[in-house]
């Protein structure tokens, strides 16, 4: 766990800045954020529903951030909330700002002419950045990162270690991108003569909306003609793998490993599940849910949860019950020939 | 999409070096290649079959490249050729080719000594390049890439920033790998002791033909004992795993986050959907499509298409029907009791 | 395969390193450790059971390892052990010992002020190492890696080129993370608020234990409050995805593409084979085995083998089967309404 911040804040503070109702104690001084089972004294913490009670009567924490409909649950000092798991989430962020970065290009840095940095941006050490690139305000941008000619990143972007953008992409303001993601790459576009793949050169680009966050070794393909879009607000986890002209609607968010594969549309307010795949120029609706581990075949055109996962069980019991996927059809047929048998014993016996 | 590019070319032109037929207008002009929703006049497009007849019609492209069974499907100016999508690919390469690199060594490369570098080629700011490698005439390698030592890198390949080989591996000529591939790590070795792990040396290396393309963090390890071979003109998507021993043969492809298990041996010409996985030991014959979302579990020795994937449902749905997975024995045991007691009715009532 | 080392050993000079016993002949010398059916007259090969007794009557293998109840089953020289694949893992070791490194830190490495390096470390060209990290002895950093503040590496650590590891990450003693691996990268941790996702900072660690083994482009994200803990002796493929506060523990092993969601607690000498996937929250007993491509969706408490993956077929057999998964709770009611009806009809013949 993160050592405990030099910095207190007392609810008093918090509640000042964040909104919310103190009870209790609006003097008391907090240090850091824990969960119910860790905290300690100095330490503030969150209930995000009734059936933590049991776990926050037993807890160390000497405040804690409740919902309206959990006001009297404890009698210690709180500060009430509509959202207690959004407040957790911006007190996190008060009491753990992100270390100062100083404004600057590296020593090191290898910076094509024509280059735009602006002064407040942070360029580390062994980053190369390509001819005719804009870098906007307040940009971090780690060590090792390598970006293309002509690629334009927004204010207040913050690229960890290593990140990868091929020419031409842009990125809205605010988007993280954590190390090893590659945003840019050709997309897998081939054509088949005479047995051989002949590549198509992709020459579509990667655009990336306001406060996008890309996780570790996630992969954006370019476009092949037009570009891969990535709307404002969507959320990537790490490993996912992005095809060419895929188009991902805002405040959309998929959870590690996930593929989509090329031209697939996806709406908004989507969420995906770990290893949730989606096959090419499909179109996945608005606020549609895909359960982890499900593999999505046709468009959706309904809102709702979709899943399609094979149930996990002992190997052994797997084995006696699997051999029959490969014969349900068969068995459909059984069935039917049953009740045609059926259906003459019964007029027989009638 | 690409800006336009300066120089443009007549229909006569382009036929002129890639063969086929123009009809309508041969002085004809086009700057880019452009699907047929998205062509201006000044764009040249292509139609794949009949089905997109339509959308042909409704077309702003100046040109369009046709099928022979197509030929007079338009009456604008068009190139009528074998197989219209390898011509697109073709007239793309003409319109868009790639931008012209600067042969040498970038002063901040760090290169062993005993490394022969041919004058054409162009080594990137923060490549390290270990003892003894040989790298061939026009290669380019990108910002950040790590060579090993003994590595040999054939004529006109291309390594995008940040790829590493581990010592000892070779390419071909003419291969692409994308940024954040990993050519040569380690292949999973482990022998079982007393309730530990002992990692066995992976002292092969990984083989690559000529004319093969790897995509972002694709990851490729070294043999165990024997090498890795990927034959030429093979294609890897992004985000595959190749694991130790294992042959993929020649003009195979693959799409994103295809796992290959130790060992196996895959056919020339065969493709594998995204996510595929195949196990490890495996042999799988030429010309083998295995759809996406599927888990090859024995050796497949005809060519067809092979799939596994469950169809995804409304999750409410889903509930239902899954239950009965983990009963399909219980259900088939049923209908065999069904089957007999009928069988003995029927005996009775004849 | 790697070329044939200088130095050769004796089987008696083997056998005391080693242990074992020698028969036939002490003296022979092996240059090299090769399968049955690659092994020349230079080489040892090795014998991991009964049904490859074929193979090693028709090895040119100079020599070979076998287990003691193969004691008899060759007369060429041999030596006798009792567990002749890690006896082949130890051999091939002593055989292919790795290179010399040599210490100290490269010209072109960035190291900020307060790093503590052992001397006899050895740092890469283009290393960029934080503030107030700790670089044990005999620990080896590859070209391009990245490792942020507070960062602490044991003794006799590799990091192969360009992996990134977050601030305040910790690994123990002998640990080999490969190439791209990133360990400590912000877990997916969002709050929903008004529509939009809220970023919930993510303020715990990685910590690795001692002989872990972390493959390429694998990433291990870290704690959201408390840490994200690799047990000692831990192995991890290629392209794994650990989410974060997960625990593995000790002497597990997981192969390539398999992903752990969120706050999941593996036990001890568990494996998961390639694309396995576990849910986040679950509990995995002690000594579990689950199979490749199974996605696990409830917590497992007793030890054994688990497996969810649906059988692959020819597409067309596929076809006609899998449109009944969608249909199987009308199957089993269908079977309960056959079993109604024949319980009437018996009870009318009788």
Redesign the interface.
């Given at each position: 766990?993160?050592p405990i911040s030099a910095k207190t804040w007392s609810l008093g503070e918090i509640v000042e800045l964040l909104g919310g109702e103190v009870l209790c104690d609006a003097e008391l001084r907090v240090s850091?954020?824990?969960?119910l089972e860790?905290a300690q004294a100095c330490h503030i913490s969150f209930l995000t529903g009734g059936r933590f009670l049991k776990k926050l009567e037993q807890s160390a924490a000497g405040a804690v951030i409740v919902g309206k409909d959990m006001r009297d649950a404890s009698d210690r000092p709180r500060i009430v909330c509509n959202?207690p798991?959004?407040y957790?989430?911006?007190v996190?962020?008060l009491l753990?700002p992100e270390?100062a970065v100083k404004a600057g290009v590296?020593a090191?840095a290898?910076i094509d002419p024509g280059v735009k940095i602006a002064d407040s941006a942070s360029i580390?050490?062994?980053v190369?950045i390509g001819a005719d690139c804009v870098i906007g305000d307040g940009v971090v941008i780690?060590?090792?990162c390598?970006i293309g000619?002509s690629v334009v990143i927004g204010a207040q972007c913050r690229l960890?270690?290593?990140v990868?953008i091929?020419h031409?992409c842009q990125l809205g303001e605010r988007v993280?991108l954590?190390?090893?993601a590659?945003i840019g790459?050709?997309g897998?576009?081939?054509?088949?003569?005479n047995?051989?793949?002949?590549?198509?050169?992709q020459?579509?680009?990667v655009l990336i909306g306001d406060?996008v966050?890309i996780?570790?070794?996630t992969?954006i393909?370019r476009?092949a003609?037009?570009?891969t879009v990535i709307e404002e607000?969507v959320?990537l986890?790490?490993?996912i793998?992005v095809?060419h002209n895929v188009r991902i609607g805002a405040?959309s968010?998929m959870?590690?490993?996930v593929?989509i594969?090329g031209s697939a549309k996806i709406g908004r307010?989507c969420t995906v599940g770990?290893?949730g795949?989606i096959?090419g120029h499909l179109e996945i609706a608005d606020n549609v849910?895909i359960?982890?581990?499900?593999?999505?075949?046709?468009s959706i055109h309904k809102p709702?949860?979709?899943?399609?996962?094979?149930?996990?069980?002992?190997?052994?019991?797997?084995?006696?019950?699997?051999?029959?996927?490969?014969?349900?059809?068969a068995?459909?047929q059984?069935?039917q020939g049953?009740?045609k048998?059926?259906n003459e014993?019964?007029k027989?016996?009638s």
């Open positions: 766990m993160k850091q954020i824990a969960s860790q959202n798991y959004a957790f989430a911006r996190s962020a753990n270390p590296h090191s290898v580390g050490p062994f190369h780690g060590a090792g390598v000619a960890y270690p290593r990868v091929y031409g993280i954590h190390s090893g590659v790459a050709d897998f576009g081939l054509a088949h003569e047995g051989r793949w002949l590549k198509i050169p020459i579509g680009r406060d966050e996780g570790a070794n992969t393909d476009g003609l037009e570009d607000g959320k986890d790490n490993q793998q095809a405040h968010a959870a590690g490993c593929g594969a307010h770990g290893a795949m096959l849910q359960s982890s581990g499900t593999l999505i075949t046709k709702g949860a979709y899943t399609s996962a094979m149930p996990f069980s002992a190997h052994d019991v797997w084995l006696k019950n699997a051999a029959h996927l490969r014969h349900l059809d068995m459909a059984k069935i049953l009740e048998k059926i014993l019964e027989k016996s």
